[in-house]
């Protein structure tokens, strides 16, 4: 049987170190239109939402209008028992301005997986 992780007794660095190479990864996935590399780290509940055909129209959506990711900068953590809630300021190639990257992390079947993310 798996240990419980609970996210509130996790320090925010332990956090950050889980999440960032998961959100590197999702961001250089969508980048390459990489469907499979891109889902690796959902939850089932993000792969039935994340198909390929959305995945691939969101990404050439946002490549179109933005460009591509660049810059990401750490904001802030948000732990709870269950899960943490982890927000960046996020950068485009094309366009100015501050956008935020954000993701929520879960503890499934001895994984940390994606439940929800989102750059706007």
């Not at 509940?45 to 390929?52: D, E, G, H, L, S």
């Amino acid at each position: 049987m798996t240990a419980l992780i609970r996210f509130d007794k996790l320090t925010e660095q332990q956090i950050w170190d889980i999440a960032n190479p998961i959100m590197d990864n999702l961001m250089d996935a969508s980048t390459q239109l990489d469907y499979a590399r891109h889902v690796r780290d959902f939850t089932g509940r993000m792969k039935a939402i994340v198909t390929p055909a959305y995945l691939q129209h969101v990404c050439q959506q946002y490549q179109a209008e933005k460009g591509y990711f660049s810059n990401r900068a750490p904001v802030a953590v948000f732990r709870r028992p269950d899960s943490a809630a982890i927000v960046w300021k996020q950068s485009f190639t094309k366009v100015p301005g501050e956008f935020v990257a954000e993701m929520v992390l879960v503890h499934q079947n001895g994984r940390y997986l994606v439940d929800h993310a989102m750059v706007f």
